[in-house]
């Protein structure tokens, strides 16, 4: 029995704010095979290019039909004139106070889940060093229970900071659903005070000027009806559906 082959477990916390998993075990440098020396073989000319047989060329792609020749419809109402107005959410958000308090309890939330994080890394780290001080004296029947159990306990506290994360996300995104709705009322009725009835998102606009631009105005009634949220608290409920880490990073062993 290979001890390295057993105390390579990966103790991954999936906090937001946090770093990857920590990687108990090491990694050998990749290595190179130089072939031994020869003599050099005669060049050769590269062969002519063939003709691609007919057979093996790309199958042609169907022509689309003509359009059909439809009867004209009844005259409607023409659209209104646009009057038109920008906004930059992303700004919003940022100059929002309410938002600016869901965030700073967010990431208190999240600074609490990285210490505790941090203090199960250690304790999982002690836990696989006093396993290996005890290998001499262990039989192999011991030390696979000893690292089966510390495998059991990894994967607990993987699901166990996943749950506690998504809590803490599931919290963040009722606390700015509430501003999102009252966002979506302001753009409405700064709009309707404009007479404006096309809205664009301002990073979408090549060019604008400011008498487009209701940001502004948006942010000070967004302040003066929603100066504050409050964040429910994050609980880690039953059956609660963990979504799964976007950071594309591979979570095998390596072996």
Do not use: C, W
Not at 106 to 116: K, M, S, T, Y
């Amino acid at each position: 029995m290979k001890l390295s082959k057993h105390l390579r477990p990966l103790l991954f916390i999936a906090a937001a704010s946090l770093a990857a998993p920590a990687a108990l075990a090491q990694q050998a440098s990749p290595g190179y095979f130089m072939p031994p020396s020869q003599k050099p073989a005669p060049v050769q000319s590269a062969p002519a290019p063939q003709p691609t047989p007919a057979a093996q060329q790309a199958p042609a792609q169907p022509q689309m039909p003509p359009p059909p020749q439809l009867p004209a419809l009844p005259k409607g109402a023409p659209p209104p004139a646009a009057v038109i107005g920008v906004l930059s959410v992303p700004e919003v958000l940022q100059k929002s106070t309410a938002a600016q308090g869901v965030q700073a309890v967010i990431e208190q939330r999240q600074a609490v889940l990285g210490h505790d994080a941090e203090l199960a890394r250690t304790k999982i780290q002690a836990e696989q060093s006093a396993i290996m001080a005890e290998r001499p004296k262990l039989t192999d029947a011991q030390l696979e229970a000893k690292v089966q159990a510390l495998r059991d306990e990894i994967a607990a506290m993987q699901t166990k900071f996943a749950e506690r994360n998504q809590a803490i996300q599931n919290s963040s995104q009722q606390a700015l659903a509430k501003i999102e709705s009252v966002l979506i009322a302001v753009i409405r009725q700064e709009a309707q005070a404009r007479g404006m009835n096309l809205v664009l998102h301002r990073e979408d606009v090549a060019l604008n000027v400011t008498g487009f631009d209701i940001t502004d105005a948006v942010v000070a009634q967004l302040n003066k009806l929603l100066p504050s949220v409050t964040v429910p608290p994050s609980v880690v409920t039953p059956g609660m559906v963990v979504n799964p880490p976007d950071d594309g990073q591979d979570q095998g062993d390596g072996e």
